[in-house]
């Protein structure tokens, strides 16, 4: 099923009588769900592109490109950086906007400027009984209601189909560099990693490859106050060693699609943790390969099994992103709030139509 | 005003209500005197007042969730209160009505350097989050104009923003996780100390829910470290369109101020008069400011008094030292104080796309001959959250109906640009009626439903937000 707008959509949904599985560009098939496919291919384009509003709306099946693209003819990006997952899971295709939002998708640069939810202004959604609904707008600011626009935003399609999303997009840098740091080892990197972002410098990314013994941060901006801070940095870091400044934005992209283990088999977990837990989780979890981002609390893991048996008890969660182990994919929540969720979910889709399974 | 009668059957039992509430709370956390109750009648939105049924002011989570059960078991609304400093009429109370206040639940339970976050119950005041990291190096950024006064409480029921959330975002964007008491006098955490939701993004929807899905008594907040300096720029022109022009041509140079102020003719005249800053007298006056480093400070002065100047401004006045940058916010800061000094006024806090600002401020205009209020306008240009002001006099008959038709008539029209109700002051009562311009009865359902998982009886905070037609079936049921 391919509808190519709200309403013949809607009265798909209204009319199915089985599950259905929806599908963006199908480059991100993180969960288990079951279902005729219900491709939102048909429902593409970008609706309104304001670059001095910093607005951009778009419907749900707009190829990612095309909206890169377009941003960056007006020197514009989506600043929260949103992974590619292709090659970490092995899948060809598209990614399209609504699949990026309906994942929450972001990368690197989220620990400085927010998740791909921080920038969304507005979504529009197809919910179980049919129903066309909207949520937040297109502005900066919109306190008017609740805040369904971040309840559908992660929701892997299981509260409504998305149909259209506006998101605030944010200008382009004029230049970038990474510090890199070597041979410290997980503790001292994040150690590292807390002290910079704990001064004023602005640093938009800060990850560590064990692998490489590596550690990475990124300054972002205006030349000169580009390289008034890397200085900065470089002397506040000092005691972590000598900090080599290079220029090589593609450190970046490596580090927000996890090309470290694309080629590797096995499964890779995501973990999100209180970074000072890292370096101990880490031990415990035993795992073949790990990568760190946002300063230790973004966690990969390339690991068998039930790697949450392995963590105990932890503050944060972990999703497994790839694999097979026979887990839950999505962290587990406890009883209270698993009952709330399930509540939503029966309100927005009583009928269990979408993605079923997905999300516990 | 209209709002809903009050339960008489509650009424009837408020001896029984008292009693068992005194049964699991600390002697002088338990008002019921109208003497007492009296001074809980209101919020900041001072036209509208109704003493509660009871005001308990408990001191932990445990407490909170004691109330809570009983007022569940009895069927006893509840309106939870920070500090009442709303302009919504969120925390306004029925008469039938427990006020659940957490203003004694202050203290902060932990702060995380290395992990960047201060985790704190929830009636400390937004400036006092502050105050408790800032000798480290640290700020919490979300700064209301209210923050000496406001709690940490109201700032997440209302997703409250401030001056500078152009470049910090708002409270949703700063909040990691919530202790919260559901209706029922459940305990649940939401969120913590790391990233994101591992499932549905509960914390998202909390926040800005205006006290109606729960009551939140701990909240672990982001905090960041201090940039080193800051300095604002002001700027007078004589049309507002070529103001807003100034603004999206910052915006487009890839400078990302944290602040862009605006103030056209009247509010710039009240504020000359009330705070002697200095402002030129125009039709509209900027001020935008920026952070950094000494010199990078210079630099995106730089650029941006360029941008200014390509725009022949009436006057352009960078701040040379902190003494400078003080005047230049005074008249600013002082603007709501300004018009009040003037006249009985009523702040809205509509959004609009920045794009149509001329347009929205011309419309204004023309609708205040039309009324025959006057209106100043002062808000946050970057991201289009007008505050016009309208000024009216509450001893004059029939004056705060024209006023409150006016401003319904500014809201619909922010609406019909494709903006919304309220940027940050909340629903409340206030906004609740104008629901239906901005939503389709799918769209208010769909809210709707939400409450219905948290709280099924409709005992929160119950007659707030949503038309209350719309709402009336769940609040009977
Ligand atoms: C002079 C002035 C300037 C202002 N400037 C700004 C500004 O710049 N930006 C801005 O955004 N707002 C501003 N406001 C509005 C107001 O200060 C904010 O809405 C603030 O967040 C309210 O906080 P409070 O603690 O006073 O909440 P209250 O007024 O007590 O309550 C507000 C809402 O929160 C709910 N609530 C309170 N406590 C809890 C709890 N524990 N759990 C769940 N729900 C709860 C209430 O039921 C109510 O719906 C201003 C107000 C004034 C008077």
């Given at each position: 099923?391919?509808?190519?707008?709200?309403?013949?959509?809607?009265?798909?949904?209204?009319?199915?009588?089985?599950?259905?599985?929806?599908?963006?560009?199908?480059?991100?098939?993180?969960?288990?769900?079951?279902?005729?496919?219900?491709?939102?291919?048909?429902?593409?384009?970008?609706?309104?592109?304001?670059?001095?509003?910093?607005?951009?709306?778009?419907?749900?099946?707009?190829?990612?490109?095309?909206?890169?693209?377009?941003?960056?003819?007006?020197?514009?990006?989506?600043?929260?950086?949103?992974?590619?997952?292709?090659?970490?899971?092995?899948?060809?295709?598209?990614?399209?906007?609504?699949?990026?939002?309906?994942?929450?998708?972001?990368?690197?640069?989220?620990?400085?400027?927010?998740?791909?939810?921080?920038?969304?202004?507005?979504?529009?959604?197809?919910?179980?009984?049919?129903?066309?609904?909207?949520?937040?707008?297109?502005?900066?600011?919109?306190?008017?209601?609740?805040?369904?626009?971040?309840?559908?935003?992660?929701?892997?399609?299981?509260?409504?189909?998305?149909?259209?999303?506006?998101?605030?997009?944010?200008?382009?840098?004029?230049?970038?560099?990474?510090?890199?740091?070597?041979?410290?080892?997980?503790?001292?990197?994040?150690?590292?990693?807390?002290?910079?972002?704990?001064?004023?410098?602005?640093?938009?990314?800060?990850?560590?490859?064990?692998?490489?013994?590596?550690?990475?941060?990124?300054?972002?901006?205006?030349?000169?106050?580009?390289?008034?801070?890397?200085?900065?940095?470089?002397?506040?870091?000092?005691?972590?060693?000598?900090?080599?400044?290079?220029?090589?934005?593609?450190?970046?992209?490596?580090?927000?699609?996890?090309?470290?283990?694309?080629?590797?088999?096995?499964?890779?977990?995501?973990?999100?943790?209180?970074?000072?837990?890292?370096?101990?989780?880490?031990?415990?979890?035993?795992?073949?390969?790990?990568?760190?981002?946002?300063?230790?609390?973004?966690?990969?893991?390339?690991?068998?099994?039930?790697?949450?048996?392995?963590?105990?008890?932890?503050?944060?969660?972990?999703?497994?992103?790839?694999?097979?182990?026979?887990?839950?994919?999505?962290?587990?929540?406890?009883?209270?709030?698993?009952?709330?969720?399930?509540?939503?979910?029966?309100?927005?889709?009583?009928?269990?139509?979408?993605?079923?399974?997905?999300?516990? | 005003?209209?709002?809903?009668?009050?339960?008489?059957?509650?009424?009837?039992?408020?001896?029984?209500?008292?009693?068992?509430?005194?049964?699991?709370?600390?002697?002088?956390?338990?008002?019921?005197?109208?003497?007492?109750?009296?001074?809980?009648?209101?919020?900041?939105?001072?036209?509208?007042?109704?003493?509660?049924?009871?005001?308990?002011?408990?001191?932990?989570?445990?407490?909170?969730?004691?109330?809570?059960?009983?007022?569940?078991?009895?069927?006893?609304?509840?309106?939870?209160?920070?500090?009442?400093?709303?302009?919504?009429?969120?925390?306004?109370?029925?008469?039938?009505?427990?006020?659940?206040?957490?203003?004694?639940?202050?203290?902060?339970?932990?702060?995380?350097?290395?992990?960047?976050?201060?985790?704190?119950?929830?009636?400390?005041?937004?400036?006092?989050?502050?105050?408790?990291?800032?000798?480290?190096?640290?700020?919490?950024?979300?700064?209301?104009?209210?923050?000496?006064?406001?709690?940490?409480?109201?700032?997440?029921?209302?997703?409250?923003?401030?001056?500078?959330?152009?470049?910090?975002?708002?409270?949703?964007?700063?909040?990691?996780?919530?202790?919260?008491?559901?209706?029922?006098?459940?305990?649940?955490?939401?969120?913590?100390?790391?990233?994101?939701?591992?499932?549905?993004?509960?914390?998202?929807?909390?926040?800005?829910?205006?006290?109606?899905?729960?009551?939140?008594?701990?909240?672990?907040?982001?905090?960041l470290p201090k940039p080193e300096g800051a300095r604002p720029v002001l700027m007078g022109y004589d049309s507002s369109e070529v103001a807003g022009q100034v603004v999206t041509d910052i915006i487009k140079a890839g400078i990302l101020p944290v602040a862009i102020e605006f103030m056209d003719r009247p509010c710039i005249e009240a504020c000359e008069a009330f705070a002697k800053a200095g402002y030129p007298i125009c039709e509209a006056l900027l001020i935008v400011e920026v952070e950094g480093s000494p010199a990078e400070i210079d630099a995106q002065l730089a650029l941006i008094t360029a941008i200014a100047r390509s725009h022949n401004p009436v006057e352009l006045r960078e701040a040379k030292d902190a003494e400078e940058a003080g005047r230049?916010?005074?008249?600013?800061?002082?603007?709501?104080?300004?018009?009040?000094?003037?006249?009985?006024?009523?702040?809205?806090?509509?959004?609009?796309?920045?794009?149509?600002?001329?347009?929205?401020?011309?419309?204004?205009?023309?609708?205040?001959?039309?009324?025959?209020?006057?209106?100043?306008?002062?808000?946050?240009?970057?991201?289009?959250?007008?505050?016009?002001?309208?000024?009216?006099?509450?001893?004059?008959?029939?004056?705060?109906?024209?006023?409150?038709?006016?401003?319904?008539?500014?809201?619909?029209?922010?609406?019909?640009?494709?903006?919304?109700?309220?940027?940050?002051?909340?629903?409340?009562?206030?906004?609740?009626?104008?629901?239906?311009?901005?939503?389709?009865?799918?769209?208010?359902?769909?809210?709707?439903?939400?409450?219905?998982?948290?709280?099924?009886?409709?005992?929160?905070?119950?007659?707030?937000?949503?038309?209350?037609?719309?709402?009336?079936?769940?609040?009977?049921?």
């Open positions: 099923m391919t509808p190519k707008s709200e309403e013949e959509l809607a009265r798909i949904v209204a009319e199915a009588d089985r599950p259905l599985r929806i599908v963006g560009g199908g480059t991100r098939p993180v969960g288990r769900s079951t279902g005729a496919a219900l491709s939102l291919a048909g429902m593409s384009g970008v609706t309104l592109y304001e670059p001095g509003a910093l607005t951009l709306v778009a419907k749900a099946g707009t190829p990612l490109a095309e909206i890169t693209t377009l941003l960056a003819a007006e020197n514009q990006r989506l600043a929260f950086e949103p992974m590619d997952h292709r090659k970490l899971l092995g899948t060809t295709g598209e990614p399209t906007i609504g699949g990026m939002v309906a994942s929450n998708v972001s990368g690197p640069r989220r620990i400085a400027v927010g998740a791909c939810r921080d920038f969304m202004l507005g979504v529009r959604f197809v919910d179980g009984s049919g129903n066309i609904v909207k949520n937040g707008s297109r502005v900066m600011k919109n306190v008017t209601g609740y805040d369904l626009v971040k309840l559908l935003c992660g929701s892997y399609g299981t509260l409504g189909v998305l149909t259209e999303v506006s998101l605030k997009v944010l200008p382009d840098v004029e230049t970038q560099v990474t510090l890199v740091l070597q041979g410290l080892d997980d503790a001292r990197a994040v150690a590292a990693m807390a002290a910079a972002m704990s001064s004023p410098f602005e640093v938009t990314g800060a990850a560590h490859d064990p692998a490489l013994s590596r550690t990475m941060l990124r300054l972002e901006g205006f030349a000169d106050s580009v390289a008034y801070r890397a200085q900065a940095l470089t002397d506040l870091l000092e005691p972590f060693g000598a900090a080599q400044a290079i220029d090589d934005p593609a450190i970046w992209a490596t580090i927000r699609d996890v090309t470290a283990f694309a080629d590797q088999p096995g499964d890779v977990w995501r973990l999100s943790v209180k970074p000072s837990d890292a370096p101990e989780l880490v031990a415990k979890a035993q795992a073949r390969g790990v990568i760190y981002d946002w300063a230790g609390g973004l966690v990969w893991l390339l690991s068998e099994g039930d790697l949450r048996a392995r963590l105990g008890d932890f503050t944060g969660h972990a999703t497994l992103i790839r694999g097979n182990a026979a887990v839950p994919v999505f962290q587990p929540e406890p009883a209270p709030i698993a009952a709330i969720a399930a509540g939503l979910r029966a309100k927005f889709d009583p009928r269990g139509l979408f993605n079923p399974g997905m999300m516990g | 005003m209209q709002m809903p009668a009050p339960n008489a059957s509650v009424l009837s039992r408020k001896d029984l209500i008292v009693a068992r509430l005194a049964a699991v709370l600390p002697a002088d956390a338990l008002l019921s005197d109208l003497a007492e109750t009296r001074a809980y009648e209101c919020d900041a939105l001072t036209a509208y007042r109704c003493p509660p049924l009871a005001v308990v002011l408990p001191g932990t989570t445990a407490e909170v969730a004691a109330v809570l059960k009983i007022c569940h078991e009895l069927r006893v609304p509840v309106v939870p209160r920070g500090s009442g400093t709303s302009l919504a009429g969120g925390a306004l109370p029925t008469a039938d009505c427990v006020i659940i206040g957490v203003a004694r639940m202050t203290q902060v339970i932990e702060t995380n350097y290395d992990d960047r976050y201060i985790r704190v119950q929830t009636g400390r005041t937004n400036l006092s989050v502050t105050g408790a990291v800032e000798a480290d190096g640290f700020f919490y950024a979300p700064d209301p104009s209210s923050q000496l006064a406001c709690a940490i409480a109201g700032n997440i029921a209302m997703n409250s923003g401030g001056a500078h959330c152009l470049k910090y975002g708002v409270t949703t964007n700063n909040l990691l996780g919530v202790t919260m008491v559901t209706m029922d006098g459940t305990v649940i955490e939401i969120g913590g100390p790391h990233l994101d939701a591992g499932n549905l993004d509960l914390l998202g929807v909390i926040c800005g829910s205006e006290g109606q899905l729960g009551v939140v008594t701990e909240a672990t907040l982001r905090i230049i916010w005074l008249g600013r800061k002082s603007a709501f104080g300004a018009m009040g000094q003037i006249n009985d006024y009523m702040c809205l806090d509509g959004t609009i796309p920045v794009s149509a600002l001329p347009y929205v401020l011309r419309r204004i205009g023309e609708m205040s001959q039309e009324y025959g209020l006057a209106v100043g306008n002062v808000f946050h240009a970057g991201d289009g959250n007008m505050h016009p002001l309208i000024l009216f006099d509450a001893n004059k008959p029939g004056d705060l109906e024209l006023c409150e038709a006016f401003g319904a008539d500014i809201l619909k029209l922010c609406v019909e640009v494709g903006g919304c109700l309220t940027g940050e002051h909340g629903v409340g009562i206030e906004k609740r009626d104008l629901m239906h311009v901005q939503f389709a009865a799918a769209d208010l359902e769909a809210q709707m439903a939400v409450k219905d998982v948290f709280d099924p009886l409709w005992l929160l905070n119950p007659a707030k937000v949503f038309p209350l037609d719309s709402s009336a079936p769940r609040r009977a049921a």
